[in-house]
Every structure is written in C-alpha cells, then in structure tokens.
C-alpha cells in the first residue's frame, strides 16, 4: 500500500546510512478473519488449511492462559504453532525477511497468545531484536514472564502506574511502586518499551484534556528507564477513545510542543 518491495529496500538501506534502525510489526499469533461459512481459507497464504489453526472457539476469560493461548481474539484465525510445519514456516519466514531486508529488529504483537517456548525459537530464527506486546491486564509478573522468551516486552505495568499517577492523578508514589514491583519480575528494566499512549486504549488526552500531564507523562517517558516509544496519534494529540478509523477519525486535536535546550555557563 506503501510503496514496492524495492522502495521498502531503499528506505531500509537509507535510514542505515543515517544511523537510523528500522522496526518492523509483525503478528505470528493468527491471520484475518475468514470470511465465509463454512470459513473459506482461500484466500490467506500460505496457512489455507483448516489444521493450520487451533479449533474454533472465542477468548473469553483473559484469566484462562489456556484460553487465551488456544482460542481467537476477536474471531481472528488463531495459528497452531505446535503442528511442526505451521511452526517450521514462522520460522523460516521470520529469518528469511530479516536477511532479504535487514530490519534491526521487531514488534511482536499478540504476545500473550502464543505459548513462551514458540518465541524463543522466533527470536532466535530472527536474530534481531524483539519487543513484544505482552499485555494481559495490570499483572507486573505475568508481563515479565514474557521477557526471556523475549528479549524486550512493552512495559504495560509502567503504563497502568502512569495512567493512575497522571490521568487519575493519584500520588506519584503508583510509579515508584511499579518500578520496585518490576525489579523482582523482570531480567533487564533498560531495553523496555515506555509509553504514555497506546493504540488500544482511549488516548491519554480523552482521560484527562490537559496538555501539561501530557507533557509531564512524555517527559517521564523520554527520561525513564527503558526505550521510549511513540504513536503518530500521539504526534497529532488526538483524544480519541478508540483507534481512529476512515469513519471515526481522531477526533479534537491540539498542538502540543516539547523543547529539550542545554546551556552552559560563560
């Protein structure tokens, strides 16, 4: 949609010659929605068979790891990764993109949803960089789980601390609480993922209009431990409560400047 296999090359190598590393999104836990009944799996490539998948059945209780690893979310084809060339063809796939393109590393949505031991051989096939998306409610441990099958994992736990400190204006003590918390259950707080903003939740400024918590949460973003992490949406300021679409699009915007100056005495 984007541009050619070639201009994606391009970009890649340019950004390289400027320092710049390249992130790519990618999803290993399941494909779109199959239209269709009986579900007509055509059209997706190369998974286009039913024992590609897990059996039929919706997440309904997040607390079920089970559940949640074996069953769809929100009615995606859920991948079986435990049949052998299901799982043999993430693997190739993930080292054959990383070699023809060079991407320095990768965002790993849907975390949770696939067992552990599957992404420790994703990330080793890749042999880049991962930061995964492992968000299962305000559960420090549960999401430090991740870190080891994966290098990295967003720091959910952080974002649910800030949401309590900033937007509900709790003391700022939430944030402390979480970093102690995190300590026992994460291997290395340096190469998390940190955000004020995230694509699945209402915008920070639909929480709490004020533009000065913002300012104060990006700043904590930018000076906490760990990888800070932006959106566009965040870039615009939407207050939008939901991802914003062609036909709900984001909603109020403002402008919202950050000036980082030094100085030095004469």
């Known amino acids: 949609m984007f ?4 201009d994606l090359l391009d970009l890649i190598r340019d950004c390289h010659q400027r320092d710049i590393w390249v992130m790519m999104d990618v999803v290993a836990n399941h494909m779109g929605i199959a239209p269709g009944d009986p579900e007509d799996l055509s059209g997706f490539v190369p998974f286009n068979e039913s024992w590609h998948y897990h059996t ?11 559940e949640v ?15 052998p060339w299901v799982r043999r063809t993430l693997l190739n796939w993930i080292a054959d993109i990383t070699r023809e393109y060079g991407f320095d590393g990768y965002r790993i949505d849907t975390a949770v949803e696939v067992e552990k ?13 991962m930061l995964g998306e492992a968000n299962n409610g305000d559960r ?13 994992v967003l720091n959910f736990p952080l974002y649910w601390a800030m949401r309590r400190a900033f937007n ?18 994460f291997s290395d707080l340096t190469v998390l993922g940190l955000f004020a903003d995230n694509h699945d939740f209402p915008r920070f400024l639909n929480l709490s209009y004020d533009t000065t918590l913002l ?6 973003v ?6 800070p992490l932006f959106t566009t949406a965040q870039s615009r300021n939407t207050t939008a409560a939901t991802t914003p679409t062609a036909e709900n699009p984001s909603g109020q915007t403002t402008t919202l400047t950050l000036r980082c100056t030094s100085s030095s005495a004469p």
């Open 117 to 129: 031991s599957f992404w420790s051989e994703f990330w080793a096939s890749s042999g880049v960089f």
């Open 56 to 66: 039929h059945c919706l997440i309904q209780d997040f607390m079920n790891q089970t």
């Open 168 to 185: 509900e204006r709790q003391p700022m003590t939430e944030i402390s609480k979480s970093l102690e918390a995190q300590a026992a259950c």
């Open 3 to 6: 541009g050619t296999k070639q």
């Open 69 to 83: 690893e074996l069953c769809r979310l929100f009615n995606l084809m859920d991948l079986n990764q435990t049949e």
């Open 215 to 220: 300012s104060n949460a990006i700043t904590y």
């Open 140 to 152: 420090t441990c549960y999401t430090g789980g991740y870190q080891g099958p994966l290098p990295s």
């Open 222 to 227: 930018l000076f906490g431990e760990g990888i």
